[in-house]
Structures are given as structure tokens and as C-alpha cells.
């Protein structure tokens, strides 16, 4: 890893964000849109937005960042700019950390935006503090963002990069448990959504709705979250190809 290449392909990124504005539309305006809705689908029942925005906050971002990444990985390898990339001095880990620090930036700023609207705009009531909602928010995007890098690496269209969102992400929804207690599940069930990374962030973020302070639990949440990035970041490089088959 060279931290030189490793910025240089962070800055290039971002350029090319810059001068996509629908896919920064995506990345940022969506999340907040659907919070948005969210809460007025419930504006009759404002405990039901209080128990379940916080969770959401976390799995809209996670989604739109899983969308967003594979996809633009994959654009990398059938445009040919990925090949021509890794002719040059640049290792398959230098690629992918700068994918990660441009998309950890759009990730804060997500955060923040999502952050700031649910709990200011919309009166969110939180007995955590408003700091460790955001840094659970941040930690589900980096997860989408890693686990979106990670699936572009099995997919040789964009339209089954877009297959994967179900096929990745729709069970840890049902298993996470933002419909019922992980509790409650069968057996299996249970045991499956016990190695999800989504059911630790909606874990999380339902602690931090009904608990003041931070628990040692909640830390171990965000850590395992992060972890699962790491890991699946890891494993994006090695399976990175040059181009797609």
C-alpha cells in the first residue's frame, strides 16, 4: 500500500462525484427524502417514528451506499479504466482504500445531513446522545460502501450489480430485527442473524433510543459493524479482477 496512490485514487473519485450530480442526489438526498416520508406515514402515531427512525437511519444510507459502490466499481472494470489502472505502480489495496476514503467522505457528509434532519428537522427523541447516532450512521454507510466494493467483483453487468442489493442486503433486513425481536425468530433464524453486521447496527441504534449515554454493548456493536467493513474491503482485494469476464 502507498499512501500517495492510495489519496491520488480518493481525488479522483471524488472529481468524478463532483460532476455527477445525480448520482450525489442518490448518495445524499435520497436518505433524507425517504426519512422524510417515513416520519409523515406515522404522523398520527409519533412514538412508532421515534421507535423505528433511528434504525432506518441507519439502513437507508447502508442500502444507497451498497447501490452507488457496486455499481461504480463495476463501470471501473467494463470501461476499461480499472485495467488500465493496474498496469501502473498502483496495488489492488491502494484502489479500494481510495474508493473508501472518497465514499467515508460522502459517508460523513450523509451522516450529517440524515443526522441533523431526523433529529433537528423531523424532532426525533433520542435519550442517547446525538454523536454516537451519527457515528452508528456513518459506520452502516462505510458497511455499504464495503460490502457494495466487495459484490461489483461478481457481477459482469451493472444490471446484476443491481441484483445483488436483494440478494445481499433483503435478509439481513427481515433478520436484523427492525420488524419484531431477533428473540422471538426461530432457532436458525437466530443464529443466522447473529453473524449479519446490519443486525449489530440496528442493535445499536435501538439502544441508543431508549438508553442515555453509550454502553459498553453499543461500542461492541460499532466495533463488530467496522470490522465487517474492514473484512469485507479485505476481501474486495482479493478478489479484484482487472477487468470483468
Known amino acids: 500500500m502507498n499512501l500517495t496512490r492510495t489519496l491520488a485514487t480518493a481525488r479522483r473519485v471524488l472529481a468524478q462525484l463532483r460532476h455527477d450530480p445525480r448520482t450525489v442526489a442518490l448518495l445524499l438526498v435520497v436518505p433524507c427524502v425517504l426519512l ?23 439502513v437507508f444510507p447502508l442500502m444507497v451506499m451498497f447501490l452507488v459502490t457496486s455499481v461504480a466499481m463495476l463501470r471501473e472494470r467494463t470501461s476499461g479504466t480499472l485495467e488500465r489502472l493496474l498496469t501502473m505502480p498502483i496495488g ?9 476514503i ?19 428537522v423531523l424532532g ?21 460502501m464495503a460490502l457494495g466494493l466487495l459484490v461489483s467483483a461478481f457481477a459482469s453487468t451493472e444490471f446484476q450489480a443491481v441484483q445483488f442489493l436483494p440478494a ?44 442515555t449515554g453509550v454502553a459498553g454493548r453499543t461500542v461492541l456493536d460499532l466495533a463488530v459493524v467496522g470490522a465487517c467493513a ?16
Open 92 to 100: 489492488k489495496l491502494d484502489l479500494l482504500l481510495g474508493y473508501a
Open 102 to 120: 472518497a465514499f467515508g467522505v460522502v459517508a460523513l457528509v450523509q451522516a450529517a445531513l440524515a443526522s441533523a434532519l431526523t433529529i433537528g
Open 230 to 245: 474492514f473484512a469485507a474491503l479485505a476481501l474486495g482485494a482479493a478478489t479484484l479482477r482487472r477487468r470483468t469476464p
Open 36 to 58: 422524510v416520508l417515513l416520519k409523515y406515514m406515522f404522523d398520527a402515531q409519533p412514538g412508532t417514528f421515534d421507535r423505528i427512525g433511528p434504525e432506518l437511519l441507519g
Open 168 to 211: 445481499v442486503l433483503l435478509p439481513q433486513l427481515l433478520l436484523c430485527g427492525l420488524f419484531g425481536p431477533r428473540e422471538d425468530m426461530a432457532t436458525v433464524l437466530r443464529w443466522i442473524s447473529d453473524v449479519l453486521p446490519l443486525s449489530y447496527a440496528v442493535d445499536a441504534m435501538s439502544r441508543l433510543t431508549t438508553t
Open 124 to 144: 426525533l427523541d433520542l435519550a442517547g446522545p446525538t454523536w454516537a447516532v451519527f457515528a452508528v450512521a456513518v459506520a452502516d454507510g462505510l458497511l455499504g
